[in-house]
């Protein structure tokens, strides 16, 4: 089985900074692109920032310059560093994780439960 669990989620201040993390962990044989998504209450979810096997990134227009997804390959880890952080970044945050598992030749999609991070002041 393979699970994605995110983290570091929380209350911040309007300027402050997070750093989330996303760690999959089971049967992994290759993590292959991961992408950030949020949804806030009423909104369409929407993708914030996504990093491939190889590091190739891309980012929503409104993230560019404020947020950094990165990854740590052998610890099969995607970060997403969010700084100047606004109100409106107040959203669940989630993370969809395309994987090959071991004994497979097929890429499967997974999510993980979501963290929740609040800009306020």
């Known amino acids: 089985q393979v699970q994605l669990v995110e983290s570091g989620g929380g209350l911040v201040q309007p300027g402050g900074s997070l750093r989330l993390s996303c760690a999959a962990s089971?049967?992994?044989?290759?993590?292959?692109?991961v992408g950030w998504y949020r949804q806030a209450p009423g909104k369409q979810r929407e993708l914030v920032a996504s990093?491939?096997?190889?590091?190739?990134?891309n980012y929503a227009d409104s993230m560019k310059g404020r947020f950094t997804i990165s990854r740590d390959n052998a610890k099969n880890t995607v970060y997403l560093q969010m700084n100047r952080l606004k109100p409106e970044d107040t959203a669940v945050y989630s993370c969809n994780a395309k994987i090959i598992r071991y004994g497979s030749i097929n890429e499967n999609t997974y999510w993980g439960q979501g963290t929740q991070v609040t800009v306020s002041s």
């Open positions: 089971g049967s992994i044989f290759r993590l292959n692109a």
């Open positions: 990093v491939t096997f190889v590091g190739s990134t």
